[in-house]
């Protein structure tokens, strides 16, 4: 239990900066007070900014509606095969993560419907915790990367940052620490049992999701090159409010050409999805020589440098960043 807790995290998403507003670039890390933001729902785009509802550019595509993986639910566009991953590598677990069915709509934590259902392509078949709105847009992305290292047998791995930089890992918690928080000094007690149940790693997980955000998330990323773009890449803006989306799967053709499929949540905390690509709404595949700046997915626009490489693969467990 949180000991002298003040309030919860910076939000990391916010409706404030959907598409068609441009956002403001660089370091975010400005603020690193532990503060609640009030929660917005997004707005779709506009209709001048959706474009005509064809295919990607010269390639026929159509979805598999019985997939129930992205590999099986969303065919790699004509002329592109998926890149490979290594069986066991965080790649391949996204790649072959569960999908809900065809036509499942989006819902918020509470049960509630998203009101934005055109964003979304699918719907991951990952839980939302339901104890509080606090599984939004990074901590979706946080998420995704601790399944891994849970399902994976790499528990040793989870661990984040929260906003003013302390490092909250998942062993310490496991062994029975727990932190307490006075204002911004946050520090570990020793005061619980042993435990490493699933139930005990979602409430690791709660606790994550209150005190990290898309600010720390920021310092926990490095810029990266979209023309080598991998699963578990994303567009990331840092702030208070910020948001981010996630690469979820990547297929090249025989000329190099990549394109990539993107997910996320957003505020209220709501499902994981797969988005919808704007330019071209019957093709979900972003094709990366289609990329420039302000880059717009559905609910967002990102500006040039928002494209970065979590470090969760590299140095999980270390606290550094």
């Not at 159509?62 to 590598?89: C, K, M, Y």
């Not at 993560?97 to 699918?122: C, I, M, T």
């Not at 997980?205 to 990323?221: G, N, Q, V």
Request: glycine residues 10%; aromatic residues 12%.
């Amino acid at each position: 239990m949180l000991i002298m807790c003040t309030a919860l995290a910076a939000a990391g998403c916010a409706g404030g900066e959907s598409a068609g507003e441009s956002t403001a670039s660089g370091n975010p890390m400005e603020q690193t007070v532990l503060s609640t933001e009030n929660s917005r729902e997004a707005r779709p785009l506009t209709t001048e900014t959706q474009a005509e509802e064809t295919g990607g550019p010269g390639h026929a595509w159509a979805i598999n509606p019985d997939g129930t993986t992205l590999e099986s639910r969303f065919p790699a566009p004509e002329g592109f095969s998926r890149v490979h991953q290594e069986e066991g590598s965080f790649g391949s677990f996204v790649r072959n993560f569960s999908l809900l069915p065809d036509g499942e709509p989006v819902h918020l934590y509470d049960g509630r419907l998203k009101g934005n259902q055109e964003a979304a392509a699918a719907v991951f078949a990952m839980p939302v915790l339901e104890s509080g709105d606090v599984q939004q847009c990074a901590d979706s992305v946080m998420r995704m990367y601790a399944e891994y290292f849970w399902h994976s047998g790499q528990p040793e791995k989870i661990g984040f940052h929260f906003v003013n930089g302390f490092w909250f890992d998942y062993p310490t918690y496991r062994d029975g620490g727990r932190v307490k928080v006075n204002g911004n000094s946050v520090s570990w007690s020793q005061s619980a049992s042993y435990d490493d149940s699933y139930e005990a790693f979602e409430r690791y997980l709660f606790i994550a999701f209150s005190y990290s955000s898309t600010l720390s998330m920021w310092e926990e990323s490095r810029p990266a090159d979209i023309g080598d773009v991998q699963i578990g890449d994303v567009f990331l803006r840092g702030g208070s409010p910020g948001h981010v989306v996630m690469v979820a799967d990547v297929c090249e053709d025989g000329q190099g050409r990549k394109a990539f499929l993107l997910a996320q949540s957003y505020m209220p905390a709501q499902q994981f999805h797969v988005l919808n690509n704007p330019l071209h709404r019957e093709d979900p595949w972003y094709y990366v020589d289609e990329v420039t700046y302000p880059f717009a997915t559905p609910e967002y626009r990102f500006d040039e440098g928002s494209f970065r490489r979590m470090n969760y693969l590299d140095g999980g467990g270390t606290g550094t960043r």
